[in-house]
């Protein structure tokens, strides 16, 4: 099994220095992810001043603000098998089969995670590890499964 990044959710243009956005310390996916919460909390004016606020509330489980950030996969060698009929089945998880068994996936954030805790499988640790490159704040806590299943 082979999964690529093809793209994610990118900011254009770019937010000025001063807008809210830009004042967050993070990738400009996990600054998109920290404004949807702190407009939630009604706490913007603290944008950018916590660098674990992200994981704290995914740690609570508020997972709506994750759900911002999308990612296309392009998945190769991977038969229908139960992992994938599993992240097919995900809401708002689109697919294509180019056959072959090969498949596109369009994402947001949370469905990573919840793939990642209803299959642990090989390409739910896979899609982790490459949405992580983009917004590390949102699978902080996922990083010594990654180890495990690097070592195994």
């Given at each position: 099994?082979?999964?690529?990044?093809?793209?994610?959710?990118?900011?254009?243009?770019?937010?000025?220095?001063?807008?809210?956005?830009?004042?967050?310390?993070?990738?400009?996916?996990?600054?998109?992810?920290?404004?949807?919460?702190?407009?939630?909390?009604?706490s913007?004016?603290?944008?950018?001043?916590?660098?674990?606020?992200?994981?704290?509330r995914?740690?609570?489980?508020?997972?709506?603000?994750?759900?911002?950030?999308?990612?296309?996969?392009?998945?190769?060698?991977?038969?229908?098998?139960r992992?994938?009929?599993?992240?097919?089945s995900?809401?708002?998880?689109?697919?294509?089969?180019?056959?072959?068994?090969?498949?596109?996936?369009?994402?947001?954030?949370?469905?990573?995670?919840?793939?990642?805790?209803?299959?642990?499988?090989?390409?739910?640790?896979?899609?982790?590890?490459?949405?992580?490159?983009?917004?590390?704040?949102?699978?902080?806590?996922?990083?010594?499964?990654?180890?495990?299943?690097?070592?195994?």
């Amino acid at each position: 099994m082979k999964a690529t990044l093809l793209a994610h959710t990118q900011m254009t243009p770019v937010p000025a220095e001063d807008a809210p956005l830009s004042l967050g310390a993070g990738t400009p996916q996990e600054n998109l992810i920290e404004y949807a919460g702190r407009v939630c909390y009604r706490s913007d004016a603290l944008m950018g001043r916590s660098p674990t606020f992200i994981a704290a509330r995914v740690r609570e489980g508020h997972e709506d603000i994750i759900e911002h950030v999308r990612f296309v996969f392009r998945v190769e060698r991977a038969p229908l098998d139960r992992a994938l009929l599993t992240l097919a089945s995900q809401p708002t998880v689109q697919y294509t089969d180019l056959g072959d068994d090969v498949w596109v996936f369009s994402m947001n954030a949370r469905n990573i995670r919840d793939f990642w805790v209803k299959s642990n499988s090989q390409l739910a640790h896979e899609l982790m590890r490459l949405a992580a490159a983009v917004v590390p704040a949102v699978f902080a806590d996922a990083n010594t499964s990654f180890q495990e299943a690097a070592s195994a």
